[in-house]
T-cell receptor, first 112, second 117 residues
Framework: TQLLEQSPQFLSIQEGENLTVYCNSS?????LQWYRQEPGEGPVLLVT?????EVKKLKRLTFQFGDARKDSSLHITAAQPGDTGLYLC????????????FGSGTRLSIRP | DSGVTQTPKHLITATGQRVTLRCSPR?????VYWYQQSLDQGLQFLIQ???????AKGNILERFSAQQFPDLHSELNLSSLELGDSALYFC????????????????FGQGTRLTVV
């Protein structure tokens, strides 16, 4: 069974601080996505990483895919209250027929 | 707007009843996924359909069933409802994008909030 574990589960930090969220698995994924979900809304895709070792930046967010394509990290620089939400990583296979497995999520709260 | 439409948005029903949740995927997407999200929890994968056929099953109860129709819309049927079935139910659709190795990205609907009383 493919599982994705995220850590930490909860994180509350002050505005302006940096943070890193981790997503780990014993399975290899063809790609890994990060989603952000706000209360009462569906998850919204932030980024997809495909190549082992790949790094993608989205403004203050930096995403990295592990060399072995089993893990990923999300680093936020100078966090802002607008970054508050549930961050989910998801692993997928190669085709549109493959299953998408979600991690349990990291609930992030940024205090002004 | 993700392009995935779920109806209804809210549903309140009594224990023991049966409900049907509907999902229209993005145009051209062949895969439809159903997830359950209880309060302050992550997404629990229920079931996936691909081009009308069941592709993968997660922790879906026997009281729950789903299908995908020829026009690719999908329905999730929940029967003999219990209080613990109260949750947000999300549908997502996906398409493999072109790129090195290919990758699959899911686009989510707004969800159906089911409350069982």
């Amino acid at each position: 069974t493919q599982l994705l574990e995220q850590s930490p589960q909860f994180l509350s930090i002050q505005e302006g601080e940096n943070l890193t969220v981790y997503c780990n698995s014993s399975s290899v994924f063809s790609s890994l996505q990060w989603y952000r979900q706000e209360p009462g809304e569906g998850p919204v895709l932030l980024v997809t990483v495909v190549t082992g070792g790949e790094v993608k930046k989205l403004k203050r967010l930096t995403f990295q895919f592990g060399d072995a394509r089993k893990d990923s990290s999300l680093h936020i620089t100078a966090a802002q209250p607008g970054d508050t939400g549930l961050y989910l990583c998801a692993g997928a296979g190669r085709s549109s027929a493959s299953k998408i497995i979600f991690g349990s999520g990291t609930r992030l709260s940024i205090r002004p | 707007d993700s392009g995935v439409t779920q109806t209804p948005k809210h549903l309140i029903t009594a224990t023991g009843q049966r409900v049907t949740l509907r999902c229209s995927p993005r145009s051209g997407d062949l895969s439809v996924y159903w997830y359950q999200q209880s309060l302050d929890q992550g997404l629990q994968f229920l079931i996936q359909y691909y081009n009308g056929e069941e592709r993968a099953k997660g922790n879906i109860l026997e009281r729950f069933s789903a299908q995908q129709f020829p026009d690719l819309h999908s329905e999730l049927n929940l029967s003999s409802l219990e209080l613990g079935d109260s949750a947000l139910y999300f549908c997502a659709s996906s398409v493999a994008t072109k790129g090195a190795g290919g990758d699959t990205e899911a686009f989510f609907g707004q969800g159906t909030r089911l409350t069982v009383v």
